[in-house]
């Protein structure tokens, strides 16, 4: 009986019939599928399942869910896939076979070639149930073990290899383990060994430094003896391969299936994938030779042609050997358009990137990258990235090549040529070309030359087949594509409304276009447009198949992140950054994990995408965001100055100035925090400047300014009264408002907030601004408005967003509060976790505990919250009085002298605030009322 099914675990889970995906299988059936295929021949219990996959239900709906999953797994994959035993649940293998069994036969066998080809990656790696926490630590157990058998299975197979002589499949085991253990220095040690003995010593020494970084950065250990020795001799040239011959050593750069007896500009490995061309590789021309005179030279003569033939077809017979190590950086040059039609070349060069950011073995060098790379050569990152001009950078980047694309038209014939370049003298590594007789035609022939140049980088056959077309992951209307590429561009330079519009006329073109409705997600809800987000990364959900496995990755953690399912976009970013390590992978992870709060995991990642690319500016910001969080302030600066000499202008970008000059305030520098600030006044930006004036109003109100801090938030205001900019307006006017009841000034403060409420009007406004406008009202006095606002929130809020519920959640809870029900605001947050608004959540927290009369809780927690440092956000209002509240609990609990503390700290903050400020002249006479008692009693 033939085999249907197969199960894959390594690198996701999912199920195969016939060699295709089967759709339809639910999270918790695949999860069955997978367990019980793990206990194999010895079967699980029925108990056991119940535990890993329904553990929170009780036992009678658990067997009901659980029977009820077999019987569909029965209906839909066959009534014999699962044979039920006396105790046990069993796969029959004659219906079902997985990955992870051929795996463990493979082992147990002694095969460990077979086994590290199954190893696609950690087990069930990306896959999650939601509420079934005991499958999770299952398969974290079981992804460990496989991951040790996986590694000795690598090692055993490079031992193999090399003994073999197999020098460059040694260094590709090598690569796998140094992937799955970098921090390994007798891994690291043996790679470089690997790539130097198949004659690549350039590189062993990148492997060789790449690890020493990454042990310093990650670990902060010196670097390994081993490796340096190893280094030093690389790099003195005293290296001597035991294999390769003079040759290889001689040109130790240049991928050895890319210098094969044929012709080396008409590398392709398989003539049949590029129809159009001609196929112009051959065998070398045989040396001339006079007649044999013995049989023993007809022998050699007879040998010598049949190895050139041998050389020749085996790449076709056998497929080439990779020609490029995996995740090598190339550059893609700017296209050469001789089409004569406008923006075609732009077009046909962003599908390209999407084809060639499919292989494993071509990553390309970040925009980013490239900018800094031609500032430091004195040019524009706005220069047109010629070929020679690519060729340089490439070469001060130590990339492997330059991808080139040239579009030409000739008669009525358009011409595709696609070449690799080496940066070392220019030369062609490999050259590519195909023709298409009409418009129509040239996607379909971009995806032709993109496949050609897969192989010839070293891509398998098979994984080239897998691959889908390029117009069926990008549009098939070069219109579209055109307006894409140009939107893309229009991002790249930040001119995002440009970029949404020119994204919004190529949906229209083809509303099937799944990459442009991505990016207007992402671009919509960075316009705090989330409807509009939503749309249309529903539409792109809908037209998912069309997106390549990298697009679908990125669109899945895009789609959690806005449902507000952070752990669940980290899992994807995770295995993005895994089976797509660069820079923006990487840093995406990292940023993830910073934005749950998770920095001592989010460092390494950040740092891990610094090793892509070191000049990555918002990589460092982040990081100094994280160590902000850590209280490493000094490392903070550290980072943010590295910031600034990647990106000379992103220290007044967005809310990044914001940050930047925060640091300063924690660290008592308030002058050098009104001069970052006021740099943002300088710009050209009105929203820009806006920044800058409520940064100084924040800065003004925490040292007790206010008069100040209302002329800066004016200005704000101002800046920010065009309609485009109206969800600036309210969280400037709601400040505003804060000020001026601070002033004492509630009319004012209240025509503030009526402006706010009419604002937010003119479109949609998001849960969480829509709660700290509530909050405004509520300390204004306006419950009622408030409580319109909350219903606002719950016809707004997504149920699933964690962030939508904690809005909700704590603005029903200043309610509460406001009309004296501090048991009902505490029940309100109590199991509100979401760290979106911790800060606003604690001070909660101590006021109704304070309400409810557990004063000595109340105290600690307030205590707590005075004792950070929130400078620049919403929650900057309460804690700078928090050392009211402090005092007040101290005095209520019989303790004088914390009170007389925590006044005095509130006083020594506003030693040049404004004289006749309400909130200065009341603390001024608890103060003194505290200190004449104290002076009493002695």
Not at 82 to 105: C, H, K, N, V, W
Request: hydrophobic residues 45%; charged residues 25%; contains cysteine.
């Amino acid at each position: 009986m033939a085999i249907v099914f197969r199960l894959g675990t390594f690198g996701g889970l999912w199920l195969e019939r016939d060699g295709q995906r089967a759709e339809g299988t639910g999270l918790r059936r695949l999860g069955l599928l997978a367990a019980v295929a793990a206990a194999g021949e010895r079967g699980i219990t029925r108990d056991r399942l119940l535990l890993l996959l329904w553990p929170d239900s009780t036992e009678a709906k658990a067997r009901h869910a659980l029977a009820q999953a077999l019987h569909a797994i029965r209906r839909d994959l066959g009534a014999d896939i699962i044979r039920p035993g006396p105790i046990t649940l069993l796969i029959d293998p004659a219906y079902l076979t997985s990955d992870f069994g051929e795996f463990q036969d493979a082992i147990a066998a002694g095969e460990p070639e077979r086994a590290a080809a199954l190893y696609g990656g950690p087990f069930l790696d990306g896959y999650y149930i939601p509420e079934a926490d005991e499958f999770e630590r299952w398969a974290e157990i079981e992804r460990a073990r496989l991951r040790e058998l996986a590694l000795q299975a690598f090692e055993a197979a490079a031992r193999r290899a090399t003994e073999a002589g197999r020098t460059q499949d040694a260094a590709g085991y090598w690569r796998r383990l140094n992937i799955l253990a970098p921090h390994n220095s007798r891994i690291a040690v043996e790679f470089m060994t690997a790539l130097a003995e198949a004659g690549d010593a350039g590189g062993a020494i990148q492997v060789g430094r790449g690890h020493d970084q990454l042990c310093r950065q990650e670990l902060g250990l010196p670097p390994d003896p081993a490796v340096g020795a190893l280094l030093t001799r690389l790099t003195r040239g005293e290296w001597r391969s035991s294999s390769a011959g003079p040759a290889a050593a001689a040109q130790p750069d240049r991928p050895a299936s890319l210098d094969p007896p044929s012709l080396a500009t008409a590398a392709v490995p398989d003539p049949q994938e590029h129809q159009d061309a001609p196929d112009r590789s051959g065998p070398s021309p045989l040396p001339h030779r006079s007649p044999p005179a013995r049989s023993r030279t007809a022998a050699i003569s007879i040998a010598m042609i049949l190895g050139a033939l041998v050389l020749w077809l085996a790449p076709r017979f056998f497929g080439a050997k990779p020609g490029f190590p995996e995740g090598s950086l190339i550059v893609s040059a700017d296209p050469v358009d001789l089409s004569g039609i406008p923006g075609l070349g732009r077009a046909l060069a962003s599908a390209a990137s999407v084809g060639l950011q499919q292989s494993r073995h071509l990553t390309l060098l970040s925009r980013s990258r490239i900018n800094a790379a031609l500032g430091r050569m004195g040019r524009s990152g706005d220069s047109v990235l010629t070929d020679s001009l690519a060729l340089e950078v490439a070469a001060r980047e130590h990339a492997r090549a330059v991808f080139s694309l040239t579009v030409n038209k000739v008669g009525n014939t358009y011409s595709l040529v696609g070449r690799l370049l080496s940066p070392t003298d220019g030369s062609d590594l490999a050259v590519h070309t195909v023709s298409a007789q009409q418009t129509d035609d040239l996607l379909p022939g971009l995806d032709r030359l993109i496949r050609q140049v897969l192989a010839t980088a070293g891509d398998s056959r098979p994984t080239r087949d897998s691959l889908p077309a390029l117009p069926l992951v990008t549009t098939r209307s070069l219109e579209a594509l055109k307006l894409y590429a140009e939107g893309t561009e229009s991002a790249r330079r930040t001119n995002y409304d440009r970029a949404t519009a020119l994204y919004l006329r190529a949906v229209a073109i083809d509303s099937e276009f799944a990459l442009a409705h991505v990016a207007l997600g992402a671009a919509q809800y960075l316009n705090n447009d989330r409807p509009a987000g939503d749309r249309h990364y529903a539409m792109a959900l809908r037209f998912r198949d069309r997106l390549t496995f990298r697009e679908q990755l990125l669109l899945d953690s895009r789609l959690a992140t806005a449902r507000g399912n952070l752990e669940a976009a980290s899992r994807i970013d995770l295995v993005l950054a895994e089976r797509y390590p660069s820079r923006q992978t990487w840093y995406n992870y990292g940023t993830g994990l910073l934005q749950m709060g998770r920095c001592p995991l989010a460092i390494p990642a950040l740092r891990r995408a610094l090793t892509f690319d070191s000049t990555s500016a918002l990589a460092h910001i982040n990081l100094a965001t994280c160590y902000k969080i850590l209280g490493e302030n000094r490392i903070a600066l550290d980072e943010y100055a590295a910031a600034e000499r990647a990106d000379s202008a992103v220290l007044v970008s967005l809310n990044i100035n914001h940050e930047w000059g925060g640091l300063f305030v924690r660290l008592g520098r308030y002058a050098e925090a009104d001069a970052a600030f006021r740099r943002m006044l300088g710009r050209t930006s009105q929203a820009d400047q806006a920044r800058g004036r409520r940064s100084l109003g924040y800065l003004a109100m925490l040292q007790g300014r206010y008069r100040e801090a209302i002329d800066h938030l004016t200005k704000a205001v101002s800046l920010t009264s065009s309609p485009e900019m109206y969800q600036f307006r309210i969280r400037n006017e709601v400040t505003l408002s804060e000020a001026f009841l601070m002033r004492g000034s509630p009319h004012q403060a209240s025509q503030e907030l009526d402006s706010a409420l009419k604002v937010t009007g003119l479109g949609y406004v998001e849960p969480g601004l829509l709660a700290l406008l509530g909050r405004g009202l509520v300390r204004a006095g306006r419950t009622a408005d408030a409580r319109q606002v909350l219903a606002r929130i719950d016809a707004a809020a997504k149920p699933e967003n964690t962030s939508d519920r904690s809005a909700r959640a704590l603005l029903a809870a200043e309610l509460a509060l406001a009309r004296n029900a501090p048991a009902e605001a505490f029940d309100a947050i109590r199991g509100d976790v979401d760290p979106t608004f911790r800060d606003w959540r604690t001070n909660v927290l101590g006021r109704s505990l304070a309400g409810r009369g557990i004063l000595d809780s109340a105290l600690t927690v307030t205590a707590a919250f005075a004792a950070q440092q929130l400078f620049g956000i919403e929650a900057q209002g309460d804690w700078v009085l928090a050392p009211m509240q402090v005092a007040l609990l101290s005095e209520k609990l019989g303790d004088p002298g914390t009170a007389v503390s925590a006044l005095q700290s509130l006083l020594e903050r506003w030693r040049e605030a404004d004289p006749d400020l309400p909130a200065l002249l009341e603390v001024r006479r608890r103060l003194e009322r505290l200190q004449r008692e104290s002076r009493t009693d002695r």
